[in-house]
């Protein structure tokens, strides 16, 4: 794999950014890990919290510097980036691994769990044995079974990415619902859904110890939804949607990936049912959030 030249190390030299075509506030470059000082800086990010605005005045010029724009947030109870246990040296390349297969092995796995261990094939809807009773597959992954469904089909964009991806950072800056001081960062990154790879984000540890399968899919959701990756907190990752779904059955099926992709969305989160998730979290929704326990 040839990895892309950094531009970060630039910063410690000249922080306005100015000799990468940049006018940056004062910030903070990070090269902190779970092991001690990486080779190079992972990231910048800034120390003033973000402003509307922000992203879309910083985002053209820094991708063309080799830059992507992410959110941020040090507000938490684990702090900053910099107390993040980043370990990117435990971290493959997205571009290696295949999405339907990534995802196939996790469904397989949890939804087993959900249905008791459940053999047969697919049920797409709730079917009636011959004895006029309900099946016994659970609600939990419904319409589903325990084999995976495959991917969802594309959707058409309803917005352009990274327009999206400026909208939904501006609402994230002034809303303080989901991060409670976001700073704009940079990461040099081919792409954003490489992002959580590209800095050794952990968040998903307790799930899966190499992030870069799961920007495998985030990769997937690039080309077939329009999403960016927008905020990441230390264990949460936040989403834009240039393509959401607009029926239930694209609900459904787009449902079904996020349960494999992160199923304590479900399991743990507001609604413990794929169908009810797919209707209250997915339909129309322009923004996708992820949290692994």
Not at 42 to 47: G, S, T
Not at 60 to 81: C, E, K, N, S, T
Not at 237 to 254: C, D, K, N, R, Y
Request: some cysteine; overall charge negative; charged content about 20%.
């Amino acid at each position: 794999m040839a990895t892309l030249p950094n531009p970060l190390p630039k910063l410690a030299a000249d922080p306005s950014g100015r000799s990468l075509g940049l006018a940056l506030p004062p910030g903070r470059l990070i090269d902190t890990t779970d092991e001690g000082p990486w080779r190079e800086p992972l990231l910048w990010h800034a120390e003033r919290r973000t402003s509307p605005g922000n992203w879309a005045a910083l985002g053209a010029p820094a991708a063309r510097a080799g830059l992507l724009p992410v959110l941020l947030d040090v507000g938490g109870a684990q702090g900053g980036p910099a107390e993040w246990e980043l370990m990117p040296g435990e971290v493959s390349y997205p571009g290696d691994h295949d999405a339907d297969e990534v995802l196939a092995e996790f469904w397989e796995e949890y939804a087993a769990d959900e249905l008791g261990g459940d053999e047969g094939p697919p049920v797409r809807e709730r079917a009636v044995e011959a004895s006029g009773g309900p099946t016994t597959h659970d609600e939990t992954v419904a319409p589903y079974g325990p084999q995976w469904p495959g991917l969802s089909p594309a959707l058409p964009l309803t917005a352009a990415p990274d327009t999206r991806a400026a909208e939904v950072a501006d609402s994230l800056a002034g809303d303080g619902s989901w991060l409670k001081e976001p700073r704009l960062a940079l990461v040099p990154a081919r792409r954003s859904a490489d992002i959580p790879a590209a800095i050794g984000w952990s968040g998903p540890m307790n799930y899966e110890g190499d992030t870069a399968r799961l920007c495998a899919v985030l990769r997937s959701w690039e080309d077939r939804f329009g999403i960016r990756v927008v905020a990441l907190t230390f264990d949460q990752l936040v989403l834009s949607v240039a393509a959401p779904p607009t029926t239930m059955a694209q609900a459904e099926a787009i449902a079904a990936e996020h349960f494999a992709f992160c199923p304590d969305n479900i399991t743990q989160g507001h609604h413990e049912a794929l169908r009810a998730y797919a209707e209250k979290e997915l339909l129309g929704e322009r923004v996708w959030a992820f949290w692994w326990d």
